[in-house]
């Protein structure tokens, strides 16, 4: 590997204040070109992850990038994932750069031509303004005749999906340009996902460490239609939409075993008091059930739906303060609505409880179990 020789003849004013990342899997020979632009736009260390590509060609090709002085190539023997690219940048750049106060960042680039000079200078320019650590990201418009519709369409699903799952605005979920303060690298490396589902989930562990996004336009680049992503529609699409979604279905499940193991436990009281009448036997059924389910829910909740990490005493009051006013507002609104619509009261119930239920799941993901903010 070759080193990074700064140019100390470059006019300081062009100076960057961020490495450039770029995850390279059997990249267009333009990149070589592309990577020059960069340098003289003043961006004087760069990061190449040689992602298993391979043909024999891009042997010659990676030596010709390593042998750029502002370059250092690493390889992977075989392609591992985007993610897991990014990730082993980001630990070379910690090693490299963590006590370097002239270094703000990184900003990660796709290999395919995408992001112009224009934006990534945008975007250093962001990293290097900023007050407090934010993760950049550079968003694309999807209202163009020029964007494919797969990706048009795509994108504004999970945007969506995304707001509607975890409260934030994210314009663009799946852009590639994104600027990272050089705080929030070691948060991210524990982040789940080796290919492209990574940059999903960085988003979402972003939201749960309260970790503001910081959002900038960026020309919206299509190359040949995008025929040269190596993005798996089917296979990648499904583990981003699991991760979507993965919190939700632990809430829902979470709350159906709860369900059972209250039915349940009232079943065996009701069986065990049999000898008590019938207005206390159903009382202790109901307050032993309910107790236990909800204590069952609280601990699946904390340690397996939200994964947090907050103090548990606080996280306890929170939940059962929520528990008695999501059983008033259930008792209230069935109440009201029964006098209102035609409609037998079960029916009622299963439409408020429902609509409580997804209530219920933002409040506790957001003010519940909300992670502590990073201290980075």
């Known amino acids: 590997m070759s080193g990074f020789n700064s140019d100390s003849r470059r006019d300081e004013l062009q100076k960057r204040n961020a490495v450039i990342l770029i995850p390279a899997l059997d990249p267009p020979m333009t990149l070589e070109d592309y990577i020059k632009s960069l340098v003289s736009a003043g961006f004087d260390k760069l990061i190449i992850v040689n992602d298993g590509s391979s043909s024999q060609l891009y042997l010659d090709f990676f030596r010709n990038l390593n042998n750029i002085p502002q370059c250092r190539v690493l390889t992977h023997d075989v392609n591992l994932g985007k993610g897991r690219a990014l990730k082993d940048g980001y630990k070379l750049f910690l090693d490299l750069y963590a006590e370097d106060p002239a270094v703000k960042g990184v900003i990660t680039v796709d290999s395919d031509g995408q992001h112009t000079v224009r934006d990534v ?84 562990e972003s939201v749960r460490m309260e970790i503001p996004f910081h959002e900038v336009p960026i020309e919206t680049v299509y ?23 993965g919190s939700f279905i632990r809430f829902t499940l979470s709350s159906l075993t709860s369900s059972l193991i209250d039915l349940g436990l009232f079943q065996m009281v009701l069986i065990l008091a049999a ?22 829910n609280y601990y699946v909740n904390k340690t397996i739906v939200f994964r947090s990490h ?57 003010y519940v179990f909300v992670q502590e903010k990073s201290k980075s």
């Open 223 to 245: 190359i040949d239609s995008n025929k040269g992503t190596h993005f798996r529609p089917v296979r990648d699409s499904a583990a981003i939409y699991r991760l979507l979604f």
């Open 121 to 204: 200078i945008r975007i250093d320019d962001c990293l290097g303004g900023l007050v407090q650590p934010e993760l950049i990201l550079g968003v694309r418009s999807f209202d163009k005749d020029s964007v494919p519709a797969k990706s048009r369409h795509g994108n504004i699903l999970t945007s969506r999906l995304f707001r509607l799952l975890f409260g934030r605005k994210v314009s663009d979920t799946q852009t590639g340009l994104r600027g990272i303060p050089k705080e929030l690298l070691a948060e991210y490396l524990p982040v789940k996902g080796e290919r492209f589902e990574f940059e999903t989930n960085q988003l979402i």
């Open 275 to 296: 000898s008590l009448p019938q207005d206390r036997r159903i009382w202790a059924a109901t307050v032993t059930a309910r107790i236990c389910s909800s204590l069952y």
């Open 310 to 366: 907050a103090d548990h005493r606080v996280t306890f009051v929170r939940y059962y303060m929520l528990c008695a006013l999501q059983m008033i507002c259930s008792a209230e609104g069935v109440t009201l609505l029964s006098r209102l619509l035609p409609v037998k009261e079960i029916v009622v119930k299963i439409i408020v409880d429902i609509f409580l239920f997804c209530i219920s799941y933002q409040i506790q993901r957001k």
